[in-house]
């Protein structure tokens, strides 16, 4: 997760107002993501696997979809 708030500050240029807090009941201590096996059994690739990109193309998508007042997004 803080890899991808750190790609947001990078992207936009904007400190984000991050507020940390202890781990909640039923809260994982760790979670580890590894795309090999699924590669690997379905012989696939992934599209995008840049974060900056990916980070960079969903913040572009959002400032096109016109939300309605008060919405938070």
Same mark, same amino acid.
């Given at each position: &997760? /803080?890899?991808? +708030?750190e790609a947001v500050?990078?992207?936009?240029? $904007?400190?984000l107002n991050i507020?940390?807090?202890? /781990? /909640?009941? =039923?809260?994982?201590? &760790?979670l580890i993501s590894?795309?090999?096996?699924? %590669?690997?059994? +379905?012989? *696939?690739?992934?599209?995008?696997?840049? +974060?900056?990109?990916?980070? %960079?193309?969903?913040?572009? *998508?959002? %400032?096109?979809?016109?939300? $309605? $007042? =008060?919405?938070?997004?």
């Amino acid at each position: &997760m /803080r890899e991808v +708030l750190e790609a947001v500050e990078r992207i936009t240029s $904007q400190k984000l107002n991050i507020a940390e807090a202890s /781990r /909640r009941e =039923g809260d994982a201590v &760790m979670l580890i993501s590894d795309a090999e096996k699924i %590669k690997k059994i +379905l012989d *696939w690739v992934p599209r995008f696997d840049d +974060l900056t990109f990916i980070v %960079k193309s969903a913040i572009e *998508w959002e %400032k096109k979809i016109p939300h $309605q $007042q =008060g919405e938070v997004s």
